[in-house]
């Protein structure tokens, strides 16, 4: 299983930012696949969720309104569009897949190497 993300960069506060992950080796409809995000020094957090059996979705309540979970089962892939960005939202932002039908996590299985997002003031 292999999780491959793309889009990261720098972005100016109030500005947008689409992340991708396309993943492969694994069967996508069997799995809830999203995002994390990772500031040092404080715990990993989830930020969305989707499950590609029925595009149910899940939110953290910090990014919810600004952050959209999509997922496109032809090409195996989801995206995150990340709009409205503020500096707090600056991580490193990671992919993750788990073996389920139902958002949101419970304990992710399968990661991305992680792409950097920085939102400048």
């Known amino acids: 299983v292999q999780l491959v993300e793309s889009g990261g960069g720098l972005v100016q506060a109030g500005g947008s930012l689409r992340l991708s992950c396309a993943a492969s080796?694994?069967?996508?409809?069997?799995?809830?696949i999203g995002w994390f995000r990772e500031v040092p020094g404080l715990e990993r957090e989830e930020v969305c969720s989707?499950?590609?059996?029925?595009?149910?979705?899940h939110y953290a309540d910090s990014v919810k309104g600004r952050f959209t979970c999509t997922s496109d089962n032809a090409k195996n892939t989801v995206a995150l569009q990340m709009t409205s960005l503020k500096p707090e939202d600056t991580a490193d932002y990671y992919c993750?897949?788990?073996?389920?039908?139902?958002?949101?996590?419970?304990?992710?299985?399968?990661w991305g190497l992680g792409t950097r997002v920085t939102v400048s003031t």
């Open positions: 993750a897949a788990e073996p389920s039908l139902s958002v949101p996590f419970v304990d992710p299985t399968r």
């Open positions: 080796g694994l069967t996508f409809d069997d799995y809830v």
């Open positions: 989707i499950s590609s059996s029925d595009g149910s979705t």
